[in-house]
């Protein structure tokens, strides 16, 4: 069983960037489907970003399509989300999460292990 931790939160100003890190331990890291999601207050958790296991497939919402870049080292058990461009409605707790299968790689159901999440504050 995979445990995750997430660091790289932050609070930052619209326009500016963060890092988010993912590091898994207690699995085979390479052999996990990894994703990134996010909850805002009062919202529903929705997905951000998703990579595969070689880090060759990545798939992003709509939303932050352009400005997120997910990747991953497979060496270091490591998961990434470079953000930029930051806006204040991408403000949310963030989550990274690892899955054995995927059918539908933006159903956070569909994950079976989570990170405790770190918050992310985009002021205006």
């Known amino acids: 069983q995979v445990q995750l931790v997430e660091s790289g939160g932050g609070l930052v100003q619209a326009g500016g960037s963060l890092r988010l890190s993912c590091a898994a331990s207690g699995g085979t890291f390479g052999s996990y489907r990894m994703g990134w999601f996010r909850q805002a207050p009062g919202k529903e958790r929705e997905f951000v970003a998703y990579?595969?296991?070689?880090?060759?497939?990545?798939y992003y919402a709509d939303s932050v399509k352009g400005r997120f870049t997910i990747s991953r080292d497979n060496a270091k058990a490591t998961v990434y989300l470079q953000m930029n461009s930051l806006k204040p409605e991408d403000t949310a707790v963030y989550y990274c999460a690892a899955a054995n299968t995927l059918v539908q790689i933006t159903k956070s159901d569909e994950y079976n292990y989570w990170g405790q999440g770190t918050q992310v504050t985009v002021s205006s």
């Open positions: 990579i595969s296991r070689s880090g060759i497939t990545t």
